[in-house]
């Protein structure tokens, strides 16, 4: 059975090329917004859906995280580590100068990325939020000769014929982005690979707020040696104070010290979701 892929698009977004680069040959499509991609899964529309999680410099994709907790609890069944090279891309019948440049276009996150940069060289262009770096590619290739920008990568600048005017513009060099690849169907999931590592994502809610409740959460995983890789709260949206905890754990989904773990959480009152337990790609090059 060959599979239907789902992704955060357009075309050039670096999901896509996420996607392109681990699993070739299957059939994909897609979305303008996370959400989207993940109704679509949770739907039947398509096998798997690939969405961002978090990025190295600007932290964790909320929408994503919240949607799947919130709205749609489809599990996870890899992580994709993919770095990131943002751009200054125009339309290629543009003549004048960067300080020309009177609006920049692009995802939040990649404009939040390439913060010091704007800072620095286009002091005086306004910030335009677009749904994808893919999105504010094709915007600009529709505006012709127009004193406009995208931040976005290189196969965006080569399917929507731009010109990039300054390359790798983001503040940090280590900049990689985590995806997750979701699907109800595990036998689908074929990535070829190496894997990197092995990761269990968990769920967890305190029944209230208590003086040392996220100590003895802790607790739980450190006198196991379970070493911890993150840990998030966010809120609960049933009014402030209420939160829950995202924790990443390296390790597979085990019969001993999962069950230990929640059974020792359930004892104070938590409850205990397992998001998934997955393999970790590492893409060393786009």
Known sequence: ??????????????????????????????????????????????????VPLENAIEGTVQLTVDYLVHQVRLPIMAEIVVPIQQHLLVHASFTGKMADIKEVHSHSHAIAQCHQYIHQHLPNATLHFTSSTGKAAELISERKGEPLAAIGNQLAANIYRLYTIQKNIHDFPN?????????????????????????????????????????????????????????????MKTGLGNYFFIIDVNQPYDEVLFPGVKAELEALGCQVTVLGTYPVYQLDHL
């Not at 029944?207 to 196991?224: E, I, K």
């Open 1 to 50: 059975m060959t599979a239907t892929i789902g992704y955060l698009g357009p075309k050039g977004t670096f999901t896509k090329l996420a996607v392109d680069k681990t699993f070739n040959g299957e059939v994909k499509h897609s979305y303008s917004t996370i959400p989207a991609c993940i109704d679509a899964v949770n739907n039947g529309e398509i096998n798997i859906g690939v």
């Open 175 to 235: 900049n990689h982005t985590r995806f997750i690849v979701l699907s109800k169907q595990r036998e689908l999931v074929k990535i070829a690979h190496p894997v990197q590592s092995e990761k269990t994502t968990l769920l967890i809610t305190l029944p209230s707020d208590f003086a040392g409740a996220l100590h003895q959460v802790l607790s739980a995983f450190a006198w196991r040696k379970m070493n911890l890789s993150k840990i998030e709260s966010r809120p």
